[in-house]
Structure formats: C-alpha cells, structure tokens
C-alpha cells in the first residue's frame, strides 16, 4: 500500500510541476513568454517582459508547487512519497506534457521542494540563490550555486530522510545545471547575459 502511495504522490507531483505558470501568467497581459528572450517559461524570462509583478507571481508559484507536491506526498504516504513527489514535480516543471516536454529549468521549483523537505536548508539555499546572483549579477549562476547548495544543506537539516532527500537533491541538481548548459556555454564564452539585460 505504501508503494501505491508513493506514485500516486509521484503522478499528483508531476501534474502539479507541469503547470507552466509563467506561460499561463503572461499570457494574461497577451504575451506569450516563449517569443521573449530566451523563450523559456520561468522567472528570469518572464522578468524579461518587464513585468515585475508576473514575474515574482511566477517565482512564488513555481517554488509553491515544488512545495505542495513534497506536503502532499508526505501526507499521503511519508517521507519516500514525499521525495517522490518532489522529484516528480521537478520532472514535471523541466518536461511538462502540455508543452511538448519543453518547460522551465527548475530553480524555483527545487527551492520549493527544499523548503519543504527542511525549511532550514531550504532557506540556505534562497540565500545562496540570492547572494550568488547579487554578487555576479548572473541569475543562472545563482540557481546553479543554489541548486548544488540544496543536497548539502538537506543533509544537515533534514529531519527525516535526510540520506535519501540528499541523494534525490543531487540528482535534480545535476539535471538542472544540464538543463543549463546553454548558459555555460556563454559564461563561458563571455556573452552571458546578465541581470536585467535583454537575453542574446
């Protein structure tokens, strides 16, 4: 029963993940946010448009669902259904169905489900989020450093399942800079764009 549990809250995570709130919010001012800048759904993006309103809407509701996929799994069948859904709502946001597979990168949503997974080490990383961006002024260097962040502090903070919540942060981290690799391909080549610049 347990195992049932699990994928149901795995299956009610995804579908949470896959909803494209950026896509979905500027769409109601008549922008469609995947023909601005780099074309992807999340929060740097729609920052793009200028709104900043839709864009921190976005930020919140990106991360909220990370955070109902973990409280729900929780709820429904304990720790392992919790990572469980919190993986699946990660999937679900980088590869929604409705969107041919092509979503977000997951920034805030791995924020999300590290701020319900342990609160504590979910508010390391929004510091490390935080400070990172400040500090190079690049947004996807500071969800990167956040994103490996994740896994550390969840070891430390993490009341319960805190091996498994590590383990399962590691591997959403490593998906997640993937999913970046255009990026570092122009931090690389110095052409990056940086906060508040439009997107090249």
Not at 51 to 56: F, M, S, V, W
Request: charged share 10%; aromatic share 6%; with cysteine.
């Amino acid at each position: 029963m347990t195992d049932q549990l699990s994928w149901i809250a795995a299956a009610i995570g995804y579908a949470l993940g896959a909803i494209p709130f950026g896509l979905l919010l500027t769409r109601l001012v008549g922008i469609d946010i995947r023909q601005v800048g780099s074309g992807n759904i999340g929060t740097t993006n729609v920052l793009r448009t200028g709104n900043k309103g839709l864009a921190a809407a976005t930020l919140l509701l990106d991360a909220g669902k990370g955070a109902a996929a973990v409280l729900i799994g929780r709820h429904l069948g304990g720790e392992m259904a919790a990572i469980m859904a919190g993986v699946a709502a990660f999937i679900g946001h980088c590869f929604p169905v409705w969107l041919r597979f092509r979503g977000g990168k997951g920034v805030a949503t791995i924020l999300g489900i590290t701020v319900a997974a342990a609160p504590i080490a979910g508010a390391i990383a929004l510091a490390v989020w935080l400070l990172g961006a400040l500090a190079t002024r690049y947004s996807s260097v500071g969800g990167m450093l956040a994103a490996l962040a994740c896994p550390v502090a969840v070891w430390f903070h993490a009341h319960a399942g805190g091996p498994g919540w590590a383990a399962h942060l590691a591997l959403l981290a490593a998906l997640l800079i993937f999913q970046h690799r255009d990026n570092l391909k122009r931090l690389a080549c110095g052409t990056e764009s940086r906060i508040g610049q439009k997107a090249r």
